[in-house]
């Protein structure tokens, strides 16, 4: 390919790169829903990782999402955020953004953030750099030809060290926190691009039990301005945060309620909590 014809393939009038989107991307929860997926299914080599899943998340809410291992759990948010196609479905965030037409890039651009079990920070780098860092990675790459950052930039850094906790630990390295810091690290380098809607996978494992608790008083104070949904294994880290818990099996929605109704479901007991129970 030529060099004339990479810019006009850059150039596509029907591709939306992340780099040129607007940054205040309008999210419309008139109907006070901010993530609608539909009849959603996913089949690997015959596997029905998602056989025609229904769940609905209401805008700044804090849902937990909990199922044994292969109930669809992790493929679930992989579609949301891009990274599995599915078979068949509808995924909207709001009411009109189809997150099925996007990337992986345009969707974490759109306003949702992911975080995995194991948290990836710099460890070399300061836990101020680490957040810096990806404040100029949700920017894109014109933004980082700027050198500094803004009065209201570095105002936004410190607002999300407060929210995670680490103000005293910001020139430390990111590779001398505990386990339990990285954690927050890693949240807080999501909070950098100030997203709508944040899936959170199975944020205390290896925790202490006072990090543990930390991090339920952290995940509970982000939800309202924005929208939290949390996969999680732990059942009593469940019951401290989730008014609502949605429990998956083979690839649909089981059981949906407050903690003691999904206990107290007789099926839940006998798929899923029957040994704990």
Request: negative net charge; glycine residues 8%; proline residues 1%.
């Amino acid at each position: 390919m030529t060099m004339l014809e990479s810019t006009r393939e850059f150039w596509r009038r029907d591709q939306v790169w992340p780099v040129l989107m607007d940054d205040d991307v309008k999210v419309d929860v008139s109907k006070q829903v901010i993530l609608y997926v539909e009849g959603l299914s996913v089949s690997f080599d015959g596997f029905k990782a998602l056989n025609d899943l229904n769940l609905y998340i209401n805008d700044g809410e804090l849902r937990c999402l909990i199922g044994a291992n292969g109930a669809g759990k992790t493929t679930l948010m992989d579609v949301i955020t891009g990274k599995t196609a599915c078979d068949t479905g509808t995924v909207y965030f709001g009411q009109t953004i189809n997150l099925l037409k996007h990337s992986e890039a345009e969707i974490a651009q759109l306003g949702i953030g992911r975080k995995f079990q194991k948290p990836t920070v710099f460890e070399a780098q300061t836990v101020w750099e680490n957040l810096e860092l990806a404040l100029k990675a949700s920017k894109g790459i014109w933004y980082n030809l700027r050198a500094s950052l803004s009065a209201s930039e570095q105002d936004l850094m410190l607002g999300i060290l407060d929210t995670i906790g680490l103000q005293t630990q910001s020139k430390q390295l990111a590779g001398a926190l505990s386990h339990g810091q990285k954690q927050w690290l890693e949240i807080g380098m999501l909070l950098a691009s100030q997203p709508r809607l944040l899936l959170i996978d199975e944020p205390v494992a290896g925790m202490t039990a006072q990090e543990t608790e930390r991090t339920a008083e952290l995940l509970t104070s982000l939800a309202g301005d924005r929208t939290v949904v949390v996969v999680e294994h732990d059942m009593e880290f469940v019951r401290s945060i989730a008014r609502t818990v949605t429990v998956l099996h083979q690839g649909s929605v089981l059981a949906e309620g407050t903690m003691d109704d999904v206990q107290n479901n007789r099926d839940v007991i006998e798929v899923y909590l029957g040994e704990e129970a």
